[in-house]
């Protein structure tokens, strides 16, 4: 079977469904790697896949091959890197699950060390001011405690965006794992987002590959290479059903560690949360001094009194902004800063949200009003 180059029977492995890692241990290993899986003569492959119990035309080597072609086309035009369980690049925790992709996409640098530690922080994406704070906080604690832990999430709203912006503002990497091919960006608002994260030695990740469709359940299936790349998962504010939930029992099967923020018995968006620790599944942690334990960090003081984090507040910010600009329309962001006491640090983000949530509208000159 002719094969131009190894990338191409890289990429033509990821194209081939049901082929994983499950199935790439016994079958690969008898071909000889991903390249040799595409060498095999019709005859050996045949007889490897009555050996292996498996029906030849699940495996349409040749079609692979040539939409491997046109994939090509698409990674090299829009500067997508590609990396096989084979190789070194590929993530060392990732490599010890059972059901994880044989080629991984990738923009940015994935580059790391045996003595970085990876956590995943992911929630919904209808997050509170409260829990976005929370993660900011913990985040901006474990920086001035000297510990960086490489950030894994989803780039979605809510608690994803609010993860990797954290991030970047405490100098961590951060790394988002998307459920499409890397030619585009999803949601479209987070464009400028991931920019910043491939700025800031980041990267964005994916098993899929351009050419392929986007499917919903794509952003499921992408739950297990966040939950397998970390050495634990925090879950940050959660209901019981959701993408957040399947990421930490993914996570509790691989045998990692998960956490998870409780929150008010009568919260719908905390319900999942106080379920994992119930269950067991999850740590209940407070402060960031609880997640660098679990991480496995050694104890660090910080130069301020860490301060609880504040579970249960009864004021949320973001109502705050969204009252004062129904109560006195269009509003700059100077004003909303002096009605409001929130600073230019914080206010900026609240703003954001609010518009990402679809209450507010931005105005040209720094303005904003509430949506009818």
Same mark, same amino acid.
């Given at each position: 079977?002719?094969?131009?180059?190894?990338?191409?029977?890289?990429?033509?492995?990821?194209?081939?469904?049901? *082929?994983?890692?499950?199935?790439?241990?016994?079958?690969?290993?008898?071909?000889?790697?991903?390249?040799?899986?595409?060498?095999?003569?019709?005859?050996?492959?045949?007889? *490897?896949?009555?050996?292996?119990?498996? +029906?030849?035309?699940?495996?349409?080597?040749?079609?692979?091959?040539?939409?491997?072609?046109?994939?090509?086309?698409?990674?090299?035009?829009?500067?997508?890197?590609?990396?096989?369980?084979?190789?070194?690049?590929?993530?060392?925790?990732?490599?010890?699950?059972?059901?994880?992709?044989?080629?991984?996409?990738?923009?940015?640098?994935?580059?790391?060390?045996?003595?970085?530690?990876? *956590?995943?922080?992911?929630? &919904?994406?209808? $997050?509170?001011?409260?829990?976005?704070?929370?993660?900011?906080?913990?985040?901006?604690?474990?920086?001035?405690?000297?510990?960086?832990?490489?950030?894994?999430?989803? +780039?979605?709203?809510?608690?994803?965006?609010?993860?990797?912006?954290?991030? *970047?503002?405490?100098?961590?990497?951060?790394?988002?794992?998307?459920?499409?091919?890397?030619?585009?960006?999803?949601?479209?608002?987070?464009?400028?987002?991931?920019?910043?994260?491939?700025?800031?030695?980041?990267?964005?990740?994916?098993?899929?590959?351009?050419?392929?469709?986007?499917?919903?359940?794509?952003?499921?299936?992408?739950?297990?290479?966040?939950?397998?790349?970390?050495?634990?998962?925090?879950?940050?504010?959660?209901?019981?059903?959701?993408?957040?939930?399947?990421?930490?029992?993914?996570?509790?099967?691989?045998?990692? /560690?998960?956490?998870?923020?409780?929150?008010?018995? /009568?919260?719908?968006?905390?319900?999942?949360?106080?379920?994992?620790?119930?269950?067991?599944?999850?740590?209940?942690?407070?402060?960031?001094?609880?997640?660098?334990?679990?991480?496995?960090?050694?104890?660090?003081?910080?130069?301020?009194?860490?301060?609880?984090?504040?579970?249960?507040?009864?004021?949320?910010?973001?109502?705050?902004?969204?009252?004062? #600009?129904?109560?006195?329309?269009?509003?700059?962001?100077?004003?909303? $800063?002096?009605?409001?006491?929130? &600073?230019?640090?914080?206010?900026?983000? +609240? #703003? +954001?949200? #609010?518009?990402?949530?679809?209450?507010?509208?931005?105005?040209?000159?720094?303005?904003?009003?509430?949506?009818?």
């Amino acid at each position: 079977m002719n094969i131009d180059n190894i990338p191409q029977a890289q990429v033509a492995a990821s194209l081939i469904p049901k *082929l994983n890692s499950t199935l790439y241990l016994p079958l690969f290993d008898q071909c000889g790697g991903i390249e040799g899986f595409f060498q095999e003569s019709t005859e050996t492959f045949n007889a *490897l896949c009555k050996t292996f119990n498996i +029906l030849p035309e699940q495996y349409n080597r040749t079609q692979a091959l040539e939409d491997a072609k046109r994939e090509l086309e698409e990674i090299h035009r829009h500067h997508i890197n590609i990396c096989s369980i084979e190789g070194q690049n590929y993530p060392d925790l990732l490599k010890q699950c059972e059901d994880v992709p044989l080629i991984l996409y990738y923009k940015g640098n994935i580059h790391t060390s045996c003595e970085d530690k990876y *956590l995943a922080i992911v929630g &919904t994406r209808h $997050s509170s001011t409260r829990y976005q704070n929370l993660v900011d906080s913990v985040l901006t604690d474990i920086q001035r405690m000297e510990h960086h832990p490489i950030i894994v999430s989803g +780039l979605a709203y809510g608690i994803d965006a609010v993860a990797h912006r954290a991030s *970047l503002k405490n100098g961590l990497r951060t790394f988002a794992v998307l459920g499409h091919g890397l030619h585009t960006i999803y949601p479209a608002a987070h464009k400028r987002l991931a920019d910043s994260i491939l700025e800031s030695d980041g990267a964005l990740i994916s098993e899929f590959p351009c050419i392929a469709n986007t499917h919903p359940s794509n952003f499921l299936k992408r739950n297990r290479i966040i939950a397998g790349m970390c050495q634990a998962t925090l879950v940050a504010e959660s209901a019981i059903k959701g993408g957040a939930m399947s990421t930490a029992r993914i996570a509790l099967s691989y045998n990692r /560690d998960v956490m998870a923020f409780p929150g008010r018995p /009568d919260d719908p968006y905390s319900a999942g949360c106080n379920t994992l620790i119930k269950e067991n599944v999850a740590a209940l942690v407070e402060n960031s001094k609880d997640i660098a334990r679990i991480l496995g960090y050694s104890e660090r003081k910080i130069e301020d009194p860490q301060l609880k984090l504040d579970l249960f507040g009864d004021l949320e910010k973001e109502e705050q902004i969204l009252k004062l #600009l129904r109560q006195n329309g269009d509003l700059y962001i100077d004003q909303l $800063s002096q009605m409001s006491g929130e &600073t230019g640090g914080t206010l900026p983000a +609240l #703003l +954001l949200q #609010l518009e990402l949530e679809g209450k507010i509208l931005s105005l040209p000159g720094q303005k904003y009003t509430a949506k009818k």
